[in-house]
Nanobody, 123 residues
Framework: QVQLVESGGGLVQAGGSLRLSCAAS????????MGWFRQAPGKEREFVAV????????YYADSVKGRFTISRDNAKNTVYLQMNSLKPEDTAVYYC????????????????WGQGTQVTVSS
């Protein structure tokens, strides 16, 4: 069992930055691939980024590539999402999720989800 708690969301102006954190419980954090997803009002949940067990095998959605960076600290059981050059279209609830394998962008393969943190980007 893995419990995930996101933090770091908030209101920011376009062009600004935020760093999201996702703290995980459990001793097996390092054995999970960790992903970030987001869901805007009226839209389906979409993939943002994923990071493999050792911090490698990162993969990003085209919409955030070059602006967002996913990283993890296995000693702290935490995964991060650094978001730069934010745009109004990045406004969404952001979720972190844990995948015992590595299925990349397929949200259905993730076993554990956090409660989400709201990110709002004003124009």
């Amino acid at each position: 069992q893995v419990q995930l708690v996101e933090s770091g969301g908030g209101l920011v102006q376009a062009g600004g930055s935020l760093r999201l954190s996702c703290a995980a419980s459990g001793r097996t954090f390092s054995s999970y691939a960790m992903g970030w997803f987001r869901q805007a009002p009226g839209k389906e949940r979409e993939f943002v980024a994923v990071n493999g067990w050792s911090g490698g095998s990162t993969y990003y959605a085209d919409s955030v590539k070059g602006r967002f960076t996913i990283s993890r600290d296995n000693a702290k059981n935490t995964v991060y999402l650094q978001m730069n050059s934010l745009k109004p279209e990045d406004t969404a609830v952001y979720y972190c999720a844990a995948d015992p394998a590595y299925h990349g962008s397929n949200s259905k393969e993730y076993d554990y989800w956090g409660q989400g943190t709201q990110v709002t980007v004003s124009s």
